[in-house]
Nanobody, 116 residues
Framework: QVQLVESGGGLVQPGGSLRLSCAASGFTFSSSAMSWYRQAPGKERELLATITSTDINLNYADSVKGRFTISRDNAKNTVYLQMNSLKPEDTAIYFC?????????WGQGTHVTVSS
């Protein structure tokens, strides 16, 4: 079965950086587009970035463009989200996701808090 496990969240000061990881299993990772989303308290889930199987980055949200970078390591079945210049408004639960056979799968999420 599809499993997605995020890690790397935590508390960081404004202007700081974090790298989130998402370990995937249960499907052919190398041929799958992967996405990162986030959901802040009281807000809808927001698509941040998508990376295709051929390492093409798509759909960076305007709110993170130029600060966040999505990447993948097919040898490790892992997708990453490098987050720089973090702002308090980046505080949210971050999820990785994959769409397979008509179903969108989600990890459990990792919490990111940006605060001084």
């Amino acid at each position: 079965q599809v499993q997605l496990v995020e890690s790397g969240g935590g508390l960081v000061q404004p202007g700081g950086s974090l790298r989130l990881s998402c370990a995937a299993s249960g499907f052919t990772f190398s041929s799958s587009a992967m996405s990162w989303y986030r959901q802040a308290p009281g807000k809808e889930r927001e698509l941040l970035a998508t990376i295709t199987s051929t390492d093409i980055n798509l759909n960076y949200a305007d709110s993170v463009k130029g600060r966040f970078t999505i990447s993948r390591d097919n040898a490790k079945n892992t997708v990453y989200l490098q987050m720089n210049s973090l702002k308090p408004e980046d505080t949210a639960i971050y999820f990785c996701s994959v769409f397979r056979s008509g179903t969108r799968y989600w990890g459990q999420g990792t919490h990111v808090t940006v605060s001084s």
